[in-house]
T-cell receptor
Framework: DTGVSQDPRHKITKRGQNVTFRCDPI?????LYWYRQTLGQGPEFLTY????????KSRLLSDRFSAERPKGSFSTLEIQRTEQGDSAMYLC????????????FGSGTRLTVV | QKEVEQNSGPLSVPEGAIASLNCTYS??????FFWYRQYSGKSPELIMS????GDKEDGRFTAQLNKASQYVSLLIRDSQPSDSATYLC????????????FGQGTILTVHP
């Protein structure tokens, strides 16, 4: 198992453009999470899936953000009409749906909106 | 009030000393507690988990949980320069069922 993979590692985009990130979780894990982290802060929850079902989405999340997990395997996170405030590290993590099971994080995608 | 709050840093300790990192949480229904270490520019990695009141030891790390006080801590014995990182406290259960809620992190520096 190669762990959680995220692609791309870095993305620079112009304000107003759409971007899409991909996450491939650990194959045995049925839960997949997206978090966002800015400098000096802890990871902020965005959304999570159990298999292909999106179980929760942060109320703070703009409708410009959407995530999918077709077939319960990889997931994509799309940000439409990017803003400078979207610049952050986007972290994907996976786990088993067992209470108390910790996450394994991917290396993250660093987004810079210019 | 933040859901998960960590002691403000940065924390600086000499090599060989005990580093003490603290965390409080607001949701009394929280059931699972985690400590993650994050090196600069890297993603968080899980170092400890604890679910029951008391202490849990793993090598140089000891996690302590007091649910009555809504308090969880991490002790690092014989601190090494390689322990220098940001330590994140995370909580699950209660209203956060299914996901982890993270604190803002405490930066630890271990100087030779």
């Amino acid at each position: 198992d190669t762990g959680v993979s995220q692609d791309p590692r870095h993305k620079i985009t112009k304000r107003g453009q759409n971007v899409t990130f991909r996450c491939d979780p650990i194959s045995e894990h049925n839960r997949l999470y997206w978090y966002r982290q800015t400098l000096g802060q802890g990871p902020e929850f965005l959304t999570y899936f159990q298999n292909e079902a999106q179980l929760e989405k942060s109320r703070l999340l703009s409708d410009r953000f959407s995530a999918e997990r077709p077939k319960g395997s990889f997931s994509t996170l799309e940000i439409q009409r990017t803003e400078q405030g979207d610049s952050a590290m986007y972290l994907c993590a996976s786990s088993l749906a067992v209470q108390g099971y910790g996450y394994t994080f991917g290396s993250g995608t660093r987004l810079t909106v210019v | 009030q933040k859901e998960v709050e960590q002691n403000s840093g940065p924390l600086s300790v000499p090599e060989g000393a005990i580093a003490s990192l603290n965390c409080t949480y607001s949701d009394r229904g929280s059931q699972s507690f985690f400590w993650y270490r994050q090196y600069s520019g890297k993603s968080p990695e899980l170092i400890m988990s604890i679910y029951s009141n008391g202490d849990k030891e793993d090598g140089r790390f000891t996690a302590q949980l007091n649910k009555a006080s809504q308090y969880v801590s991490l002790l690092i014995r014989d601190s090494q320069p390689s322990d220098s990182a940001t330590y994140l406290c995370a909580v699950a259960g209660g209203t956060s069922y299914g996901k982890l809620t993270f604190g803002q992190g405490t930066i630890l520096t271990v100087h030779p």
